[in-house]
């Protein structure tokens, strides 16, 4: 057996009910190959550590013996440290497991309706097919939330506008009839395996396709904060927050995109488990705005929408800019931006084959996200602002798990349907009704071996119930080649942690849940009055924590030695190149951000277009 057959056997032991292991272990290799040198490092180090820890107690690897005896080597691997070892495996796993094992099922339900619409158009051009040199007016780097929307601006001002994504285009029929593995593995960077080193680390996912993050993000839109917007603004000195230039911009977002609260009809039993909870506590809640019109309740927006109802850029923005005039090479990955005599004159690329492209244009907007623009910046010799790359937020996230005697089922209904906002503005904790695709919700399952295979046997009977922080700017992207992300969970945000998961095990509770487990070595609560002790004896360090909006670490503002990007959006130091994506935001913005981010670039895009003009 291999060393990840052996793994998949003690953590899902086959003699108790759980899958073949080697079968587990051939789906498992299909993301590991995807994924770049420095994860397939860690993965086999992880690997080797737990053999190796198997052989020194009992001379055998991990995969002989016995269930039991597997699952009891686990437990004390566990209780000398080796908790993040064991969850970087596990966490293979179990998506190669969930994936492949209800494949079918997911595949069925993305195709039970026809497309809410259909695909955007948009002139787009493979890499492959793209000539070695071209010239154009302005070039984006990035054709996420921010590139998107910043290239519609600068296409529909008149601009020759030429868009670069390093990721491919997800057709609807692609999505449709890729298996759900592959889907994840290859629209997320690096197979979904980007982290934020520390202690703990933490899972930071990032997309990258045409559309980038907005193709298989949750969809939901918040508007920036009142009190961000304005901190952004008269703190920070962001004319882009000026609220006479953002709010009309924010509804102008929200109209392209198409946000509107979750309809009821396909909200789903989790989601409407925590309205029942949130209204038992008489604690605000309502359901998720989100840009998902059509919306069938599939589930799998995580790994792109199978009907195209949720309203990414691909969807919107990028045929509008498209329709003005602007094109998109896909598949191409930017070495950097090139500068000559103190002003951009184009951006150097390479193909997936290697070769070089070379595209000339006096104004780039770099958009490739907080965590890639850092890096990109210093490959062109513009990374000389000593605040480059820090000031990182990044929303750290956690979930509960609750077992009900009803059936709940969570994987039907909207993926991220219900907010609660009781804790929001007094402790930045925000709550919001989380699922995910059929099988793939394992991934954050507690435990391993027989207790793991009962709980996911129950788990048609599970809510879960997630939480986000608005978290100190507590990490710092390193790197020139690649991003090397940084980050100190501050104490601050450990408490705030610890408070987000006894208020979403209260919730759980008021809904009428049975018992509600809640990690970090804490025990399972099954009384409110339990809760109190059970927060006191939890570890927020062995949290499975996740987060999913880096922003900040090209922050824009007024003051020159506080922000690499002036107040309009302008990189520092250099003619004609401006940052258009969530590294701009100064601060965390406390709430899932695409919609800030959309309006800020839009924001960029315009005044590049007018300063250019």
């Keep these: 057996m ?6 998949a056997a003690a953590i899902l032991p086959p003699e108790a009910g759980g899958p073949d292991s080697e079968r587990v272990a051939s789906v498992a290799r299909r993301m590991v190959d995807r994924m770049p040198a420095i994860s397939r490092v860690g993965l086999g ?48 796993v179990m998506l190669a497991h969930g994936a492949d094992e209800f494949a079918e099922e997911i595949a069925t339900v993305g195709t039970r309706h026809e497309p809410s619409r259909p695909d955007g158009a948009m002139n787009l051009v493979p890499a492959t ?26 296409a529909r001002a008149g601009f020759d506008t030429v868009i670069v994504e390093e990721g491919e285009r997800w057709t609807v029929d692609r999505i449709r009839n890729a298996h759900p593995l592959d889907r994840f593995a290859s629209i997320y960077r690096d197979a979904g395996t980007t982290m934020a080193f520390g202690n703990p680390p933490i899972a930071l996912p990032l997309g990258r396709a045409v559309g980038g993050t907005t193709v ?57 488990l925590s309205l029942e909870g949130a209204a038992a506590l008489d604690w605000k809640s309502a359901p998720l705005r989100r840009n998902a019109p059509g919306c069938r309740g599939a589930c799998q927006c ?39 005599d103190g002003r951009a004159v184009g951006v150097a690329g390479r193909r997936a084959d290697g070769s070089e492209v070379r595209i000339s244009a006096p104004l780039v907007v770099v958009a ?46 909207v993926m991220q349907s219900v907010g609660i906002e009781e804790l929001h503005e007094r402790e930045g904790v925000l709550l919001e009704a989380t699922s995910t695709p059929l099988g793939m919700g394992a991934v954050s399952a507690p435990g391993y071996g027989t207790h793991l295979l009962r709980r996911l046997d129950r788990a048609a009977n599970t809510a879960t119930l997630g939480a986000m922080i608005a978290d100190a700017p507590s990490g710092r992207v390193f790197g020139g080649r690649v991003p090397i992300v940084s980050y100190r969970l501050a104490k601050a945000d450990e408490r705030r942690l610890a408070i987000a998961v006894g208020a979403m095990a209260r919730v759980m509770l008021a809904a009428g849940a049975n018992d509600v487990e809640i990690g970090g070595g804490a025990p399972t609560v099954r009384s409110k009055s339990e809760i109190e002790g059970a927060v006191e004896r939890l570890d927020v360090r062995r949290l ?22 002036d107040r309009e959006g302008r990189l520092r130091g ?15 913005p406390g709430v899932n951000p695409q919609v800030s981010i959309m309006a800020i670039a839009a924001g960029v895009g315009e005044a590049a277009a007018t300063s250019t003009a």
């Design 216 to 272: 298989i993000n949750s969809g939901t839109c918040y508007r920036p904060p009142a009190p961000v917007a304005r901190a952004w603004h008269e703190d920070h000195g962001l004319a882009l927050a000026n609220p006479e230039l953002l709010g009309p911009r924010v509804a102008e977002v929200e109209a392209t995109i198409g946000v509107a609260p979750a309809p009821m009809e396909v909200l789903g039993r989790n989601g409407e």
């Design 302 to 340: 995580a790994i792109g929408c199978p009907n195209n109802a949720k309203g990414g850029v691909h969807l919107n923005a990028l045929p509008q800019a498209c329709e003005a005039g602007a094109r998109i090479v896909s598949g191409l990955h930017v070495r950097q931006v090139l500068v000559e």
């Design 2 to 7: 291999s060393a990840l057959g052996d793994v």
């Design 45 to 92: 180090a992880a690997l080797v550590g737990l053999e190796a820890f198997a052989l020194a107690r009992t001379g055998r690897r991990l995969g002989a013996g016995s269930p039991q005896r597997r699952e009891a080597l686990l437990a004390e691997f566990v209780k000398r440290g080796g908790s993040p070892a064991l969850d970087t495996v596990k966490s293979i």
């Design 129 to 154: 097919e793209w000539p070695a040199t071209a010239s154009c007016d302005a070039i984006v780097v990035g054709s996420g939330a921010g590139g998107a929307f910043a290239a519609r601006a600068l």
């Design 574 to 588: 250099v003619d004609g190149v401006w940052v258009a994506d969530g590294s701009v935001l100064p601060s965390c």
């Design 544 to 565: 499975r924590l996740a987060a999913f909006h880096p922003s900040g670490t090209v922050a824009a503002g007024s003051d020159p030695s506080r922000h690499p990007v």
């Design 368 to 413: 490739a996200g907080a965590i890639p623009t850092p890096p990109l910046l210093r490959r062109s010799g513009l990374g000389g602002h000593p605040r480059l790359g820090r000031n990182l937020s990044i929303h750290p996230a956690t979930g509960i798990t609750a077992s009900f005697e009803e059936e709940v089922v969570p994987w039907e209904g």
